[in-house]
T-cell receptor, first 115, second 116 residues
Framework: AQKVTQAQTEISVVEKEDVTLDCVYE???????LFWYKQPPSGELVFLIR??????QNEISGRYSWNFQKSTSSFNFTITASQVVDSAVYFC????????????FGQGTILTVHP | DTGVSQDPRHKITKRGQNVTFRCDPI?????LYWYRQTLGQGPEFLTY????????KSRLLSDRFSAERPKGSFSTLEIQRTEQGDSAMYLC??????????????FGPGTRLTVL
């Protein structure tokens, strides 16, 4: 069975602070894909990043960075110098390499950035 | 290129009524997905189409739920005899043709259903 755990239900930071959102996953598959999505108050899920299980290289995109570690089954997301516009719910999701349908989502982390 | 669109954005209905939602995927995306999201939870997979074929259905999709994609373009999700437990956000996503490595799902704004 597949499972994604986001242990942090809510995080509150002050603008310009760095913040890391944790994601731990469980799967028996050797080929799989991990995703992060952002859900602002408007409700639409916005795709942020996809990482496949064979690529453990960390990635940086502007203020966003992702740390993928297969040894600990973790795919953590860091926002550097947070801004009020980063306030949203962030979801980590897992996609089986052998299934063309189902994304398994974590429960999400509510991030609030205060000015 | 426009994103995934969903209609209506909000629907309020009385228990026992039927409702139908529409999803228009990104053009040229041949895969279309439906998810349900309840308050404080992550989205849960309901069903998936490749072109007009419904290839996968979740156990969450009871016999009161039916989804179609008749011409391989837009899709509809119908809920018959709605119950208060059906109140949720219904999300649609689409993904492009290709290998799994390019199969990123792009989501629409969702339809929020409230059953009174």
């Amino acid at each position: 069975a597949q499972k994604v755990t986001q242990a942090q239900t809510e995080i509150s930071v002050v603008e310009k602070e760095d913040v890391t959102l944790d994601c731990v996953y469980e799967t028996r598959d050797t080929t799989y894909y991990l995703f992060w999505y952002k859900q602002p108050p408007s409700g639409e899920l916005v795709f942020l990043i996809r990482r496949n299980s064979f690529d453990e290289q960390n990635e940086i995109s502007g203020r966003y960075s992702w740390n993928f570690q297969k040894s600990t089954s973790s795919f953590n997301f860091t926002i550097t110098a947070s801004q009020v516009v980063d306030s949203a719910v962030y979801f980590c999701a897992l996609f089986r390499g052998t299934s063309y349908g189902k994304l398994t989502f974590g429960q999400g982390t509510i991030l609030t950035v205060h000015p | 290129d426009t994103g995934v669109s969903q209609d209506p954005r909000h629907k309020i209905t009385k228990r026992g009524q039927n409702v139908t939602f529409r999803c228009d995927p990104i053009s040229e995306h041949n895969r279309l997905y439906w998810y349900r999201q309840t308050l404080g939870q992550g989205p849960e997979f309901l069903t998936y189409f490749q072109n007009e074929a419904q290839l996968e259905k979740s156990r969450l999709l009871s016999d009161r739920f039916s989804a179609e994609r008749p011409k391989g373009s837009f899709s509809t999700l119908e809920i018959q005899r709605t119950e208060q437990g059906d109140s949720a956000m219904y999300l649609c996503a689409s993904s492009p043709t290709g290998t799994v490595s390019t199969d990123t799902q792009y989501f629409g704004p969702g339809t929020r259903l409230t059953v009174l």
